[in-house]
């Protein structure tokens, strides 16, 4: 329930004056992990590692955010709708291995592709809440980067997605380390 003290539109303004460092930290470190293991590692074993890092994204945040400032599981932190909602874009982007399980049993190496898709797809309403750019430079130029990258390196696949997705993340960070922040 939304108190009257905060209003919806003044919520998504405090919301918006955050940093936002943890999560993409976080998603740059997962996807190094995942690059590096699609180098040494065979694509067996890469799968679980891309699986079980990707699936831990979230917590990993969690803990960066005690030391970016953000303190995400703080308890005397206000209630905010918007946090609310960025779960639920969470939830939503782990929901999306309904689709990319299926597809990997039929074809192991199609794994970075949907899972560095889908997962990249929370990056739209960050964009809309905060009311800046930064979430649709993310997911579209991460779509289109992981789509041309599956077809031109068929052999590489969990080697130079990864490390496509680090870089739109590294992006991602110096946006929003030069983003105006709302009064």
Same mark, same amino acid.
């Given at each position: 329930?939304?108190?009257e003290?905060?209003?919806?539109?003044e !919520?998504? +303004?405090d919301?918006?004056?955050?940093?936002? =460092?943890a999560?993409p930290?976080a998603?740059?470190?997962v #996807?190094?992990?995942?690059?590096l293991?699609?180098? &040494?590692l *065979?694509?067996?074993?890469? /799968?679980?590692?891309?699986f079980?890092?990707?699936?831990?994204?979230?917590?990993?945040?969690?803990?960066?955010?005690?030391? $970016?400032?953000?303190?995400?599981?703080? %308890? @005397?932190?206000?209630?905010?709708?918007?946090?609310?909602l960025f779960f639920?874009?969470?939830? !939503?982007?782990?929901? /999306?291995?309904?689709?990319?399980? *299926?597809?990997?049993?039929?074809?192991?190496t199609?794994?970075?592709?949907?899972v560095?898709?889908?997962l990249?797809? =929370?990056?739209?309403?960050?964009?809309w809440?905060i009311k800046?750019?930064?979430?649709?430079f993310?997911?579209? $130029?991460? +779509?289109?980067?992981?789509?041309?990258? #599956?077809? &031109?390196? *068929?052999?590489?696949?969990?080697v130079?997605?990864?490390?496509?997705?680090?870089?739109?993340?590294f992006? $991602?960070?110096v946006?929003?380390a %030069?983003?105006p922040i709302? @009064?």
């Open positions: 329930m939304i108190s003290k905060n209003s919806l539109e !919520q998504r +303004t919301f918006s004056k955050g940093k936002f =460092m999560t930290l998603g740059l470190i #996807w190094a992990l995942v690059g293991a699609g180098l &040494v *065979p694509v067996r074993t890469a /799968v679980w590692v891309l079980l890092s990707t699936g831990s994204i979230v917590y990993l945040a969690m803990f960066i955010s005690r030391y $970016t400032g953000e303190h995400f599981l703080a %308890k @005397n932190k206000p209630k905010n709708e918007f946090d609310t639920y874009t969470v939830g !939503q982007a782990v929901l /999306v291995y309904a689709i990319a399980i *299926p597809f990997f049993l039929v074809d192991h199609s794994l970075p592709m949907t560095g898709i889908l990249g797809s =929370m990056w739209i309403p960050f964009s809440i800046h750019w930064v979430g649709l993310h997911a579209i $130029t991460r +779509t289109i980067l992981v789509l041309v990258l #599956w077809y &031109v390196f *068929p052999e590489l696949r969990f130079v997605i990864p490390f496509a997705i680090m870089l739109v993340y992006a $991602t960070l946006i929003l %030069k983003r709302p @009064n």
